[in-house]
Every structure is written in structure tokens, then in C-alpha cells.
């Protein structure tokens, strides 16, 4: 069974900071891209960032909105994702979703809720 937890989401000031980590089990983590993707309250969600599978790289990609303060990354020995979010911006205020996807296969996890609030 697939299994993808998000934690790491909470309340955070603006210009903070905040890592959410993103732990699978139940699949070869390492050969999977992996995004994470937001959604804030009326609106659709929406990609974040995206790392490509240890095979193709690990390349990263970034939305124009999170480039240059948020930060993707994978430690596959931990079946683990993460996203490093810094200089948190009111607007960033969303439910934070893990996904993986590749093989005909995307699984999502169940979100983690950060608030960039003063």
C-alpha cells in the first residue's frame, strides 16, 4: 500500500521560515518525480515545485511565485521529499500537497495547512 504523509505545515509569521518533509512507503521512491502543490481557499490548486526521479537527474523547477525563496529537495535513502519554504509571503497561505507520480502511477498525500499570518 502507498502511503505519502506531509508534516512539517503550521503558523508562521511573515518573512519566516518553514521545511515540510513529505515521507512514502510503498514504492522505489527514488525512480518517481515528486511535485508539491498548494491550495488556497477558492482557488484551484496549483504546482509548486517539482524534482524529477534520481534517474533523470533530480532536476528542479519552481513556480514563478515560490522561485528563488522555496527550495525542493529529496533524500531518497529516506523515501523522504521536502520543500524548504523561506521569506513566507502572506499569499503563500495554502494547503501544502506532496505528490508522486511516474510509471502510469500519481499518488497524493492528505496536505498539510501552513498560515503566513502577523
Known amino acids: 500500500q502507498v502511503q505519502l504523509v506531509e508534516s512539517g505545515g503550521g503558523l508562521v509569521q511573515p518573512g519566516g521560515s518553514l521545511r515540510l518533509s513529505c515521507a512514502t512507503s510503498?514504492?522505489?521512491?527514488?525512480?518517481?518525480?515528486m511535485s508539491w502543490y498548494r491550495q488556497a481557499p477558492g482557488k484551484q490548486r496549483e504546482l509548486v515545485a517539482t524534482?524529477?526521479?534520481?534517474?533523470?537527474?533530480?532536476?528542479?523547477t519552481y513556480a514563478d511565485a515560490v522561485k528563488g525563496r522555496f527550495t525542493i529537495s529529496r533524500d531518497n535513502a529516506k523515501n523522504t521529499g521536502y520543500l524548504q519554504m523561506n521569506s513566507l509571503k502572506l499569499d503563500d497561505t495554502a494547503v501544502y500537497y506532496c505528490?508522486?507520480?511516474?510509471?502510469?502511477?500519481?499518488?497524493w498525500g492528505q496536505g498539510t495547512q501552513v498560515t503566513v499570518s502577523s
Open positions: 510503498g514504492i522505489i521512491f527514488s525512480i518517481f518525480t
Open positions: 505528490n508522486v507520480n511516474g510509471y502510469r502511477s500519481d499518488y
Open positions: 524534482i524529477s526521479s534520481i534517474t533523470s537527474g533530480a532536476i528542479t
